[in-house]
């Protein structure tokens, strides 16, 4: 069964850094695209980061430089390293795959909350 | 930077149909994918590349992309479809993705 499960998240200061892990199951990390995106509260979805099976990635301009997106092949595990947090990084992330369908995101892990606030 | 602009908010009777649209640019020359969200849930994919309904997803999704419109549509609505519908497509030209602005979709 194809599962994915973020951890990491929680309460930190501005200015500071939090490495969010997404755990996948029933599949490689290595397969498909991995990508993370977040939800502020009560306010739409945003892109956030995009790793290719192939290991290119890519970032949102409002993360490039702060965030940056791995995975750990032997481990199964999609990580996003984010620095120099501010309040408007408050938000659910979500890291998302394509598994069975080609194209959008299919498989959608259930979010853990970041808050940045002093 | 691409965007993508959706209505807030579609109103629709049971049993009709709800279209919701998502504007940009040439879109008719992108792939749209389509979001359903609920309340306090992830997302879920209903529509891949303007039209692909994934397994599990009903025939009473369907998907349609041309010009500057992609839209999609649901027909014989159900209080269970409602929810928030988001758009998104990869912008080559910025080597991002972008998501639309998201239309609440109240079922009366």
């Known amino acids: 069964e194809v599962q994915l499960v973020e951890s990491g998240g929680g309460l930190i200061q501005p200015g500071g850094s939090l490495r969010l892990s997404c755990a996948a199951s029933?599949?490689?990390?290595?397969?498909?695209?991995m990508t993370w995106v977040r939800q502020a509260p009560g306010k739409g979805l945003e892109w956030v980061s995009i790793?290719?099976?192939?290991?290119?990635?890519y970032y949102a301009d409002s993360v490039k430089g702060r965030f940056t997106i791995s995975r750990d092949n032997s481990k199964n595990i999609l990580y996003l390293q984010m620095n120099s947090l501010r309040a408007e990084d408050t938000a659910i992330y979500y890291c998302?795959?394509?598994?069975?369908?080609?194209?959008?995101?299919?498989?959608w892990g259930q979010g853990t909350l970041v808050t940045v606030s002093s | 930077s691409y965007v993508l602009t959706q209505p807030p908010s579609v109103s629709v009777a049971p049993g009709k149909t709800a279209r919701i649209t998502c504007g940009g640019y040439?879109?008719?020359?992108?792939?749209v994918h389509w979001f359903q969200q609920k309340p306090g849930q992830a997302p879920v994919l209903v529509i891949s590349?303007?039209?692909d309904r994934p397994p599990g997803i009903p025939e009473r999704f369907s998907g349609s992309n041309s010009g500057n419109t992609a839209t999609l549509t649901i027909s014989w609505v159900e209080a269970g479809d409602e929810a928030d519908y988001y758009c998104?497509?990869?912008?080559?030209?910025?080597?991002?993705?972008?998501f639309g602005t998201g239309t609440k979709v109240t079922v009366l």
């Open positions: 998104q497509v990869w912008d080559g030209s910025s080597d991002h993705y972008v």
């Open positions: 590349y303007n039209s």
């Open positions: 040439n879109i008719g020359n992108k792939g």
């Open positions: 029933g599949f490689a990390v290595t397969d498909n695209y």
């Open positions: 998302a795959t394509s598994i069975v369908t080609p194209g959008g995101a299919d498989y």
């Open positions: 790793i290719y099976s192939g290991g290119t990635t």
